[in-house]
């Protein structure tokens, strides 16, 4: 009976997981807040996107990120690389989120 009870919390999960645009909202929410110079972390963009469920957040890390990239390909958001602004072709690895205008110079490809 274990696996009947496991199905509905796994379809639960399917199911609250944000619109791309809620994510692209987060995402820009946290940013503007945090301001041009300062950074934030994905990650938090998941737990908030999680409302705290500890569990949830690491399945959003991909959307957040496909979110990211499609704000940065249209200007309304850095993608940092070792503090500094990369291309969306050269997002891999750790990144940090802000919004343009950072005292870090030109994207690095």
Known sequence: MAGAAAGPAYLRRIMTIPA????????L??????GADKSIC???V???LA???EAAWRPLM????QAAVTLAGARQLE???KGKPVTVDAVRGVIRLRVPGGTAGEPEA
């Open 20 to 27: 791309p645009e809620a994510i692209a909202s987060e995402i």
């Open 29 to 34: 929410r946290q940013a503007a807040a945090r």
């Open 42 to 44: 994905p990650s938090e």
């Open 46 to 48: 998941a737990r908030a």
């Open 51 to 53: 409302g705290g469920d």
């Open 62 to 65: 991909g959307k957040v990120r």
């Open 79 to 81: 993608i940092l690389r």
